[in-house]
């Protein structure tokens, strides 16, 4: 998956940021930054954190078209 999108845009990155905790769940919002502009993001919320972050970058990439959008994940509780 970051490999493909460095071949598409060898300038590009990727930011995560945990932007709330709601409970015991994280919210993820990645960005992918392409020259210097956001051209995606991508969001998810889950009790652990990686996981979200896995999900907000697989979102965000699939805008640009580098990989499939994911199936919605269910946590346990």
Same mark, same amino acid.
């Given at each position: 998956?970051?490999?493909?999108?460095?071949?598409?845009?060898?300038?590009?990155?990727?930011?995560?940021? @945990?932007?709330?905790?709601?409970?015991?769940?994280?919210? /993820? &919002? %990645? !960005? #992918?930054?392409? *020259?210097? @502009?956001?051209?995606?993001?991508?969001?998810?919320?889950? /009790? &652990? %954190? !990686? #996981?979200?972050? *896995?999900?907000?970058?697989?979102?965000?990439?699939?805008?640009?078209?580098?990989?499939?959008?994911?199936?919605?994940?269910?946590?346990?509780?």
């Amino acid at each position: 998956m970051l490999d493909q999108f460095r071949s598409v845009y060898p300038n590009g990155c990727l930011i995560s940021e @945990v932007t709330q905790i709601f409970k015991t769940e994280f919210v /993820v &919002r %990645v !960005t #992918v930054i392409v *020259d210097g @502009v956001a051209r995606a993001t991508g969001l998810a919320m889950d /009790v &652990r %954190v !990686t #996981v979200a972050e *896995d999900i907000a970058r697989a979102r965000a990439l699939a805008v640009l078209g580098i990989m499939e959008i994911p199936k919605p994940v269910i946590s346990p509780t």
